[in-house]
C-alpha cells in the first residue's frame, strides 16, 4: 500500500512539473511576441518621423518635433500621411 501511494505522489509531482512547464514555455512566447510587436512599432514610428522630417527638409521647412509638423515661410504643415 506503502508503495501505491508513493508511486501516485511521483506521478502527481511529475504532472505538475510538466504542465508547470508548458505554462512557462507558452507565457515565454507569448512575452517574446509581444516584445516583438512593440519593436515592430517603435521601428515603424521611427521611420515615419524619419521621413516626415526628411520630407520638410527637401521643402526647405524646419521640422518642430515636438508637434510632429512642418514650419515653412511661418505656415504649420502637416507631413506625412495621415
Known sequence: MLGAGAAALVLLAWSHTAAYRAGRTYE????????TKENDNAGN?????????????????????????????GLRMVVGTP
Not at 515565454?28 to 516584445?35: G, H, N, P
Open 28 to 35: 515565454q512566447a507569448a512575452f517574446a511576441a509581444k516584445i
Open 45 to 73: 514610428a521611427a521611420e515615419k518621423w524619419r521621413t516626415d522630417l526628411r520630407r520638410c527638409s527637401d521643402a526647405g521647412g524646419v521640422f518642430d518635433f515636438e508637434t510632429g509638423a512642418c514650419e515653412r515661410d
